[in-house]
């Protein structure tokens, strides 16, 4: 088998209440794979709010693209190296890191189907169904908003939420995830996330406001690049440290580990180098005892967390228009079932690309 073909392009897709009160819309860098068989792969990046969508596009049309044309697609642990050291002055984290991700996810998507089997058997079984948590919570949303979002996922059997701690006062944090935890009850358990805008201090003082809780994680509160101080606030905190969302490699992930700096880590499949350096970062995460969330995208990322015995929630983001994928899993009793259909599972909706393709993308 052949790659003959790979088309790829931007999508930005407009977001739906309540995440458009924060983000208007966000866009993926879709590649469709084409092969001399017929399988087709669909490989994407999401690009959380858009930002440097336009240049993973670019990196992964220049650069990478021409790395795979007439490769067998079934090799992907070999394109994927051949991906990954492709340029040496470019290290692939950021923009080139989901450029590679979204090439590695079509690739994989392939040999499932040429394999006839979905991902997560491919990769050996561990469960078939996976618990997800309700992600939201943002620092725009009124008390409000913020109680009806964390009610619908409730209403979805999700017996956990995640919401924002943005403000830069921390007791005003404390005082929205108290409306929130006393809405819920005590059927539902919580987590909150810095967004890496806090330094050490300033986590302290936070966390300590948060402490009686009893919340799940306290996630990625400092830079990402600063793993040092991750760690810092990890030993001097109550509640377990979640990271990782904004790291890139197994490298990046075994300095937090190595740290202690996380509980929990939580790589993005479409920016930690797809799912193949993903599943690495999950084994050697398992090597220490660490449990995985995966970040957003749980459409796909249920794969994964099917395929590892560490894996812990998935992270359910409703923000996404009927029309973007045929059969979306959905989330019933608290968990999704993972698509029994060979590859990661996922099509594009017919309409989707003339529908959400931008001008110039
Ligand atoms: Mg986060």
Known sequence: ?????????????????????????????????????????????????????????????????????????????????????????????????????????????????????????????????????????????????????????????????KMKIHDPDPLANRKRVETVKKALGPGVRMMVDVNQRLDVEGNIRQARQLEDFDLVWYEEPVSSDDNFSCALVSESIAIPVATGENHYNRYEFRDLIERRAARYLMPDVCRANGFSETLRIARLAAAHGVQVSPHVVYEISIQVSGAIPNGFLVELMDWMPPDLFEELPLCKDGHIRIPDRPGHGMTLHKGAIAKYRSAGG
């Open 1 to 161: 088998m052949k790659i003959t073909a790979i088309d790829s392009c931007v999508l930005t897709v407009p977001t739906s209440r309540q995440m458009a009160l924060e983000f208007a819309h966000h866009k993926l860098v879709v590649a469709e794979i084409a092969t001399d068989e017929g399988i087709r792969g669909l490989g994407y990046s999401f690009i959380f709010g858009g930002g440097g969508a336009e240049s993973v596009l670019v990196y992964l049309e220049t650069r990478l693209k021409p790395l795979l044309l007439g490769e067998d697609p079934r090799s992907v642990e070999s394109l994927w190296e051949k991906m990954y050291r492709g340029d040496r002055g470019v290290r692939r984290v950021g923009i080139a890191g989901m450029a590679l991700s979204a090439l590695d996810i079509g690739l994989w998507d392939i040999a499932g189907k040429a394999a006839k089997l979905p991902l997560y058997k491919l990769w050996g079984a561990v469960t078939d169904r996976v618990a997800c948590y309700g992600s939201g919570g943002w620092g725009k949303y009124r008390e409000a908003d913020l109680v009806a979002e964390a009610e619908r996922y409730a209403g979805m059997g999700c017996a956990y939420y």
